[in-house]
């Protein structure tokens, strides 16, 4: 628990504190947004509890207090598996901003706090690379519906020991978002933590991409370009001006006998140093 001797008024300032509470850097706002209709909604009866252990804490047992409106933030934490089924795995943590207005019982003045406290358990988000790639390429019906429960849609993916559960409003919200920008920047949007994931994750969407191909030479075998990897890089939602600046930059190191893949992998650490 953390108590904040201020009065934050809007949801901006929720979310910051939420991020700050979590210890993560430089995420962005729209991140927590996205992933908050996962999780289940603070009852008000709980919320007053929590804020009369805070205010109580802070001021003596004899204390009152009046809550303000308060905001539920997810703060969403990725990482990268490849076991099995290569996914992009987000562990979400909601957190309770709660502002209020508290009096020591011996006391006619009022004293503004702000109440920042995690609720709830933990909750895992698995995206199966395979299906990121689905929806980016606007195919995801290719994965047979199993079931629905409520807004919660059950999908069979190939590789996974159970269909795999995911609200509506999620993956609406990440088709807007993979849109809107190339996946790289997506991750980039959780901060430094998303940043390093960026190879991995792109990495392997291009693997899956290409895995489909019908190349009669494998994608380890075959010399590179730089029209593909141009193709390679647009492929992935980036604009050709983005794509040509990523290539110059990279150019010192592609060397005139690689292969593709080793190209590719040298234009992926680029491509993440970007932004």
């Not at 939420?18 to 909604?41: C, H, N, Y």
């Not at 990482?79 to 099995?84: D, F, K, L, V």
């Not at 807004?151 to 159970?162: M, S, V």
């Not at 010192?252 to 593709?260: K, S, V």
Request: charged share 25%; net charge negative.
């Amino acid at each position: 628990m953390t108590v904040i001797r201020d009065y934050i008024e809007n949801s901006d300032e929720a979310i910051s504190l939420a991020i700050r509470e979590a210890q993560v850097e430089g995420m962005k706002p729209q991140v927590t947004e996205l992933f908050s209709v996962i999780i289940d909604t603070v009852s008000q009866r709980e919320v007053e509890k929590l804020v009369a252990a805070a205010a109580k804490s802070q001021y003596g047992k004899d204390a009152k207090w009046d809550i303000g409106h308060w905001w539920q933030v997810v703060v969403p934490l990725p990482r990268y598996e490849s076991r099995s089924l290569p996914a992009l795995i987000i562990e979400t943590r909601a957190y309770l901003v709660a502002p209020a207005e508290v009096s020591p019982g011996c006391s006619r003045r009022w004293w503004p706090i702000t109440l920042v406290e995690p609720v709830g358990k933990p909750q895992l988000v698995v995206l199966p690379l395979c299906f990121l790639l689905a929806l980016l390429d606007g195919n995801e019906d290719r994965y047979r519906i199993v079931g629905k429960d409520g807004q919660w849609t059950l999908r069979e993916i190939a590789g996974l020991k159970q269909p795999l559960r995911l609200h509506d409003d999620l993956v609406d919200g990440l088709r807007h978002v993979f849109r809107m920008k190339p996946v790289a920047d997506w991750l980039d949007d959780f901060g430094p933590r998303g940043h390093r994931l960026v190879p991995l994750v792109v990495g392997s969407l291009l693997g899956l991409m290409y895995q489909g191909e019908s190349a009669s030479v494998p994608l380890e075998r075959q010399a590179y370009s730089q029209e593909m990897l141009i193709e390679i890089i647009t492929s992935m939602g980036y604009g050709i001006a983005r794509a040509r600046r990523v290539l110059e930059r990279a150019e010192p190191e592609l060397g005139p006998q690689m292969t593709l893949e080793e190209a590719t992998r040298v234009v992926l650490k680029y491509i993440s140093e970007e932004g």
